[in-house]
T-cell receptor
Framework: NAGVMQNPRHLVRRRGQEARLRCSPMKGHSHVYWYRQLPEEGLKFMVY????????ESGMPKERFSAEFPKEGPSILRIQQVVRGDSAAYFCASSPTTGGAIEGYTFGSGTRLTVV | KQEVTQIPAALSVPEGENLVLNCSFTDSAIYNLQWFRQDPGKGLTSLLLIQSSQREQTSGRLNASLDKSSGRSTLYIAASQPGDSATYLCALLKAAGNKLTFGGGTRVLVKP
């Protein structure tokens, strides 16, 4: 069981470029959640997805950010035209049931985005 | 709106002392509470999960309690070791919805 896999581990982008962060959930998990950890701040929910559906994106910035979880392949968090304020650690979590109510959530190691 | 507070923000103890980490929350309508450990530059490792109907969970040297009526959870780490040095986060799952709400964490340093 490889756990939740995120890549890349570190990503450096220049202002204005696009960042693509990938997350493969644990085997058997079909629910994916993205969280962001800004420097010196706590983790904040961004978006919750199931295969081919966005269930809750209430934590996503309205502009430049998008997420998908296609039928085949990993979940992708895309940030267009990155700015310095996007520099953060982005974590993905997965769960086998809606809301992680019974077994909780399993987190990946995160992608650390640095915008220069 | 659920607010989760962890006090203290940082804690330094000599090796062998017991650790007591506090987590308080404002909305008692929770489904479960999960304690995580985060090492610098790394991801989150789940330590203990307490369901809303439970009072405590134990795993090895770790014990977590939950008191919904007072809006508190406490993580006890017995006989601390330098390897316990990390940031400890509590996170709540609301009864409705699928978002975890995290506290700000307690940064622990266990000195040899």
């Amino acid at each position: 069981n490889a756990g939740v896999m995120q890549n890349p581990r570190h990503l450096v982008r220049r202002r204005g470029q696009e960042a693509r962060l990938r997350c493969s959930p644990m085997k058997g998990h079909s629910h994916v959640y993205w969280y962001r950890q800004l420097p010196e701040e706590g983790l904040k929910f961004m978006v919750y997805l199931q295969k081919e559906n966005i269930i809750d994106e209430s934590g996503m910035p309205k502009e430049r950010f998008s997420a998908e979880f296609p039928k085949e392949g990993p979940s992708i968090l895309r940030i267009q035209q990155v700015v310095r304020g996007d520099s953060a650690a982005y974590f993905c979590a997965s769960s086998p049931t809606t809301g992680g109510a019974i077994e909780g959530y399993t987190f990946g190691s995160g992608t650390r985005l640095t915008v220069v | 709106k659920q607010e989760v507070t962890q006090i203290p923000a940082a804690l330094s103890v000599p090796e062998g002392e017991n650790l007591v980490l506090n987590c308080s929350f404002t909305d008692s309508a929770i489904y479960n509470l999960q304690w995580f450990r985060q090492d610098p530059g790394k991801g989150l490792t789940s330590l203990l999960l307490i369901q809303s109907s439970q009072r405590e969970q134990t795993s090895g040297r770790l014990n977590a309690s939950l008191d919904k009526s007072s809006g508190r959870s406490t993580l006890y780490i017995a006989a601390s070791q330098p390897g316990d040095s990390a940031t400890y986060l509590c996170a709540l799952l609301k009864a409705a919805g699928n978002k975890l709400t995290f506290g700000g964490g307690t940064r622990v340093l266990v000195k040899p």
